[in-house]
């Protein structure tokens, strides 16, 4: 493995860390609930479940934001390799495995490390190694 130092972009990536964990504590204090999106989405699907206007905004806020950064600057490319089946399957075992977890990766591993939670960090040691697993399986067993 090599390093293109051309391409790398430590102070951008520590940025966008910050700026999401300063999302989250401010969507915290303010709301008292969790920055998780499954569980905001969730909450959008629910009738009458409290708290909806802020978890859209917040949501909203995520599909909005690359529109600003297009103002600004280039988007990057995105790259799907495995078609439209591929991409509906990972949908798939992502919401399954965000209800059996009782969480994704925001609300765990974003928030609840963060509030030094157990569960949240056993949640996000089993989200790593699993896309660790399926990325070894895919590219080095199958070959894709």
């Known amino acids: ?23 989250a504590a401010i969507f915290a204090l303010a709301n008292g609930r969790i920055a998780g999106i499954s569980g905001l989405l969730g909450s959008l699907l629910q009738p ?3 708290g909806r206007g802020e ?15 297009g ?9 799907f390799d495995s078609g439209a089946l591929g991409l509906i399957g990972a949908g798939l ?18 928030c ?13 040691l089993c989200f790593m190694a699993a896309g660790f697993a399926t990325v070894f399986v895919l590219r080095h067993l199958l070959g894709g």
């Open 48 to 50: 009458g479940a409290q």
């Open 71 to 79: 103002l600004f600057a280039a988007l990057p490319a995105i790259e």
């Open 112 to 124: 609840g490390i963060a509030r030094l939670s157990p569960r949240s960090l056993v949640a996000t």
């Open 1 to 23: 493995m090599s390093i293109d130092w051309n391409a790398f972009t430590p102070w951008s990536a520590l940025a966008g860390g910050a700026l999401i964990g300063l999302a």
């Open 93 to 110: 075992l992502v919401g399954i495995g965000t209800r059996y977890a009782s969480g994704c990766t925001s609300g765990h591993g974003v």
């Open 55 to 69: 978890a859209a905004l917040f949501l909203l806020g995520l599909l909005v934001a690359p529109v600003l950064w």
